[in-house]
């Protein structure tokens, strides 16, 4: 069965409630209106990237990109925002093809690192071992306040 990646575009944007299970996965509650427009200004935006994986004419997962500048020195670094495959779609390599991708995005604007957060609960304990096993070090704690 074959999959590939590609970058949600704007003739995407019909497509989209395919992505709607996905955002539930990642306990992004939203409506197909508000996903519509967030998703528009994302393509919009020249630092942001969302990457479609499809296999076999079917969304099975995706990665949310930004390109930042570090503040301790001149480059540039990608933070992956959103990363998710499908629950049924686990386990079969679709998940490292799409981190690959990423990073391989990331290398092509001139990233020199790549970077995400993933939650301190345990039910991300397999994401974890997931990008420990692809080469990610646990470096840092995130911080959240709402205001």
């Known amino acids: 069965m074959s999959s590939h990646v590609k970058i949600l575009k704007e003739n995407d944007l019909p497509t989209l409630k395919a992505l709607m299970p ?6 992004y509650p939203i409506t197909m209106k ?4 967030l998703l528009a200004k994302i393509i919009e935006h020249e630092d942001y990237t969302f990457l479609l994986l499809i296999k076999e004419d079917e969304i099975v997962g995706f990665s949310g ?9 001149e480059d540039h670094y990608m933070r992956i925002l959103a990363f998710v495959i499908k629950s049924e ?14 990073e391989e995005l990331a290398k092509e604007k001139g990233c020199c690192a790549i970077i995400l957060n993933s939650g301190n609960r345990e039910e991300r ?3 974890h071992k997931f990008y420990v096993g692809n080469g990610y070090q646990i470096k840092t704690s995130g911080f959240l306040k709402l205001l």
């Open 22 to 27: 996905l955002y539930k996965d990642l306990g």
């Open 34 to 37: 508000k996903l519509r427009e």
């Open 65 to 73: 990109l930004c390109k930042m500048m570090f503040y301790e020195k």
């Open 89 to 102: 779609y686990q386990n079969q390599g679709l998940g490292r093809i799409l981190l690959r991708e990423s």
């Open 125 to 127: 304990n397999i994401a």
